[in-house]
């Protein structure tokens, strides 16, 4: 019964979004009055679709959290003895679950913009929720033809598959949901961007509406990316933090985008300018979502040919990316010749920066689908061949450099023109500081091209993000700019530690009999004992180390092997020391014929600064759009304010009249 | 003795057809570092870049393959013997395939790689001067 009720309520979802689709779109047609009982209909079709799409995805959620073993989906993914969470996160650890929360995070984000969002003109809203609905509901005709997650088995099952181990850990329990906020947020960047165009209200205050709901899926998405590529990071035992993995790429490609679309759309709300431009990028980065959606749901990634064999999700997704990419971007096409380009301004200033930069991600975001999706295109054609980091780093590099320059100087640059003499001195101790670095490092020792002008970069571009707030009174200085200076330290922070990491790591790989020791770095390390151990659905070996930083006083690290049973696969769970300059990773492995057992340490200094400037830079998202929406908030009252006030005046005036 | 190795390593990769790995005893060098510091660190930077054919997106230097530890250990021995990295790299090619490394190679297949960056960095360019040239 769950299930069946989990089913109506997606066919009910994707009727209202018929609804919300055709009263929108009848209502930007309709100008006169007789539009108004359309016009009406659309948000409340937007919110009961949302929340019907919610009712949905608690049914899976409820259906897993039973283990209702007569579910084709459970009976695949799940298993009894699970602990709660992972039942619950194996709701979304599959094709079918993960694409209803796809729907439901699309679907709830049409409901909040419906809920919410006043401040356009409606004529655009309406246009803009027509867009919305007509997306989610290629998304409904996906799940309910192709991927229905409620359908039921002709006869039960005793017992479940399982899920694959490796995602039962609570760090990837939780990010899937947090990368879909972000990857399907930027949908509302989409549909602003078609309402816009539709009705040529491409202004300030369009880029004003537009910016907080951007921001906010622009936090989810730095988020998700951070604490997966950390997952990577511990879960697979290898200390890799970034693999340019096809789906990796897929959810930076939309964080590209975005971060683009962040930083033209201030252009816009600030100046007027970039008109074109923002739009583009906001059709741009959705579409990279389901590009990316594309790539990891279709099977493409397996196999061009096991894609070939089966292809019927796969061509259903490529569809519902012509349909919308393509309309989007015929759209502009026709309308992007009225949109003006609005103000000008000059090379030395704020808005150029902002320009050279938004190009330059844009070229990174072109290299990097690039990257992925060439060997796919090769393999159609029967030549394999594999594009990994020694293709993207020096090219990417091409242009990421150039940016992390501009970046140091650009917010320190006034809108409109500027001189860099202005600046001069600011510049020049940027300047110095990287050229310090350089020659720090490179005495240090070997530091690789790379990395070492990744270090002098960070030392560089750590010190210019907080130039801008340099002889503010602090208090006075906007919450979002605080927001900009956390966001540029922690793209610092991050690019300190990568450059860090693969310039100063040290590996060390030993067979230790008991009560022996290891060097690696400056630590020591010696293995006290190994013991079975027994889980919920594992059994395990666990091996007991004692680690000591420079002969300091040891920190007992417990890395193990796990042996899962249903699937049957091994996973290894990695013990981390993490100190101020560093983490230490250790990992067991097999056991020798000779007893001796098998360790893999990694000395990595500074490698948390990766994920810790990942938080800073979400930290500053969050800043930003904490302070937009509190100017926002505070400008709408002072309105108010001002609107009664001239009300009062009026019927005082009127008043002797009478 | 690191000489010695390299008939011995021929051997077994001729003795062990890939199906047969999984049972075997890991390969010498697949969880062991040369002794030369020099030799591990290039051996290391070439194992980052190879891929492991087994696994799905990782390199021979991140998996726990039995596969890609007879590659490390193989890399390893060619390394020790005194081979460039390079060489090695063209050797696990001539036997695997493009698809090994993860570094592409120009080539009639895999030109746009290169040509396509380029043209972006003049199409940047061009975007750049239109925009920014001459506005006050």
């Keep these: 019964m769950i299930a069946e009720i989990g089913l109506a309520a997606l066919w009910l979802a994707a009727a209202l979004s018929v609804l919300q689709m055709l009263c929108g779109a009848l209502s930007v047609r309709a100008r006169g009055a007789g539009g108004a009982v359309l016009t009406n209909l659309t948000r409340p079709a937007a919110v009961l679709q949302g929340a019907l799409a919610a009712v949905a995805f608690a049914m899976l959620l409820w259906v897993f959290a039973i283990t209702d073993l007569s579910v084709k989906l459970v009976a695949a993914n799940s298993h009894a003895a699970k602990p709660m969470i992972f039942k619950l996160a194996g709701a979304w650890g599959n094709h079918e679950g993960s694409m209803l929360l796809w729907v439901t995070v699309l679907s709830g984000a049409g409901a909040l913009i419906a809920a919410v969002e006043r401040r356009l003109p409606e004529r655009t809203m309406q246009a803009t929720l027509a867009a919305q609905g007509f997306v989610a509901l290629g998304f409904y005709a996906f799940l309910i033809f192709s991927s229905n997650p409620f359908e039921r088995l002709p006869t039960p099952v005793a017992e479940g598959m399982g899920l694959n181990p490796l995602l039962q850990d609570i760090g990837l329990a939780f990010h899937p949901p947090t990368l879909y906020l972000g990857y399907v947020g930027l949908s509302v960047a989409f549909s602003f961007a078609v309402g816009a165009l539709v009705t040529r209200q491409v202004t300030p205050e369009f880029a004003r509406a537009m910016r907080p709901w951007v921001l906010g899926a622009w936090v989810f998405l730095t988020l998700g990316i951070t604490a997966g590529s950390y997952w990577a990071y511990y879960e697979l035992g290898w200390g890799g933090w970034w693999f340019w993995d096809p789906v990796e790429n897929a959810s930076l490609m939309p964080w590209l985008a975005a971060t683009a679309l962040l930083h033209s759309a201030s252009v816009l709300a600030s100046r007027d300018a970039l008109r074109a431009w923002t739009i583009m990028l906001g059709v741009v980065a959705f579409s990279m979502s389901m590009v990316g959606t594309f790539l990891v749901r279709s099977g493409i990634l397996t196999s061009v040919h096991a894609f070939a064999v089966d292809p019927e999700r796969g061509s259903f997704i490529l569809a519902l990316l012509a349909i919308y990419i393509g309309g989007a971007l015929a759209l502009f096409a026709v309308r992007a010749g009225t949109v003006a380009e609005g103000e000008r301004f000059a090379v030395t200033s704020r808005e150029g920066a902002l320009v050279f930069n938004n190009v330059m991600l844009s070229a990174i975001l072109a290299i990097v689908l690039l990257g992925t999706l060439y060997p796919l295109l090769t393999e159609a054609f029967d030549v394999r061949v594999s594009v990994g980091p020694p293709y993207f780093n020096p090219v990417g590099a091409i242009f990421f450099v150039p940016m992390l320059l501009v970046m140091a100087v650009g917010p320190l640059l006034r809108w409109r023109r500027d001189s860099l003499a202005r600046v001069g001195r600011e510049m020049a101790l940027v300047g110095a500081i990287v050229l310090a670095a350089l020659i720090l490092a490179s005495i240090l020792g070997e530091v690789p091209l790379l990395p070492l002008i990744g270090l002098a970069l960070a030392g560089g571009l750590a010190v210019a993000s907080l130039l801008p707030v340099r002889g503010r009174s602090l208090q006075r200085v906007p919450m979002a700019t605080w927001g900009m200076v956390a966001a540029h330290f922690g793209v610092a922070v991050a690019l300190f530690g990568m450059a860090s990491e693969s310039a100063f790591s040290k590996e060390r790989l030993a067979a230790v009999a008991m009560g022996q020791s290891v060097a690696v770095g400056p630590w020591s390390i010696r293995l006290e004992r190994v013991e079975p151990v027994a889980g919920p659905n594992w059994t395990a070996l666990r091996a007991t180390l004692l680690a000591s930083y420079r002969g300091g006083e040891p920190i007992e690290l417990a890395p193990a092997a796990r042996d899962f049973w249903s699937p049957p696969q091994q996973t290894t769970e990695s013990a981390l020391a993490t100190r101020w300059n560093g983490q230490l990773y250790t990992v067991i492995g097999e056991q020798a014929d000779d007893g001796r057992w098998q360790l893999r340490l990694w000395w990595k200094p500074f490698v948390p600064l990766i994920w810790l400037g990942g938080g800073i830079i979400a930290l500053g998202g969050v800043l930003a759009l904490i302070g937009r929406v509190r100017t926002d908030l505070r400008r709408r009252s002072v309105l108010r304010r001002s609107a009664t006030r001239r009300s009062d005046r009026a019927a005082l005036t009127a008043e002797p009249a009478e | ?136």
């Design chain 2, 1 to 136: 003795m690191r000489w010695a190795l390299v008939p011995w390593a021929i051997l077994t990769m001729l003795a062990a057809p890939a199906g047969a790995q999984d049972s075997m005893p890991p390969a010498p060098y697949a969880y062991r570092q040369l002794d030369d510091a020099a030799q591990e660190a290039k051996a290391r930077a070439l194992m980052e870049t190879l891929r492991c054919l087994k696994c799905q997106s990782q390199s021979i230097a991140d998996s726990d393959a039995p596969m890609a530890g007879d590659m490390r250990s193989q890399v390893r021995i060619r390394i020790a013997a005194g081979e460039e990295p390079e060489a090695v790299r063209a050797w696990l090619i001539e036997r695997y395939g493009d698809y090994v490394s993860y570094k592409p190679e120009m080539s009639r297949s895999t030109w746009p790689l290169f040509a396509i960056p380029l043209l972006l960095a003049v199409v940047a360019a061009v975007i750049l001067a239109r925009r920014l040239r001459g506005r006050a």
